[in-house]
């Protein structure tokens, strides 16, 4: 049975997806493998799970740059929502509004008066167009109203380097990659992206306590290809919940910058379908295509 990952190997997805793999072979007394299938921001992961027979066989790693694509990629050849049907929804992880230190900031709103003083001006780096951390840029000027002009780059690695060297000035980033940073004193972090605190910074607010509205996570759930039979939905949802009620599971999502995120294949489905609707607004206001 094949988890099909959309990201190289190495990456938080693919990582994620191997952890689940390796629950599910011990407790189903069936291997599953990860399949990396890299390219086109995961379309090609989606439609090979999509195009693939609905037995339960071939499953897709989620995140959000699938519900992201479908207003991003106006021609695509499948419809991620109507394709996939939703199996289970495994973890959430956080992101970071951080600055340069030589941004006068303190806090998101002396970053908001700031940027409308310098509109234009100010440069946000991202890991590539129509990436979370992009698109979660884009959301906080969308409803802050500023102007920040985005930087893409191929990876966080070079995006962080050049946020502490001062070439760009702010980032959206995912927890696990710029904590130690943000700790070390290196980068200046004014907010996260969730709804409430989170316990690796808890003196750090949310976005939404200065934004109203605001709110953006990273998330990894599991779907299969429309039509799979509900029994082997149902079993794998299950098996997946227990993962994420066993401790020594819940610490290795943890060790990701992840937080448990159960549900129903009926609750994940309308979380999908907001998730979709969201960034879907989100690229239409910011007028984004796919480069």
Known sequence: MHIVVGFAPGSASDIGARLVAQWLSDHLGQQFVVDNRVGAASNIAAEYVVR????GYTLIYATPPNAINTALYPNLGFDF???IAPVASIMRTPFIMEVNLDVPAKTVPEFIAYAKANPGKINMATVGPGSGQHLYGEYFKMLAGVDLVPVHYHGATQAIADLIAGRVQVMFDVVVSSISYVKAGQLR??????????EVLPGIPPVGE???GYEASGWHGIGAARGTPQPIIDKLNKEINAALADEKFRASLANLGGQVFASSPADFA???TAETEKWGRVVKAANLRAE
């Open 270 to 272: 309308k979380f999908l």
């Open 189 to 198: 972090a004014l907010a996260v992206t969730t709804a409430a605190r989170q």
């Open 210 to 212: 200065f934004v109203p």
């Open 52 to 55: 693939s027979p609905p037995d």
């Open 81 to 83: 929502l109507r394709d």
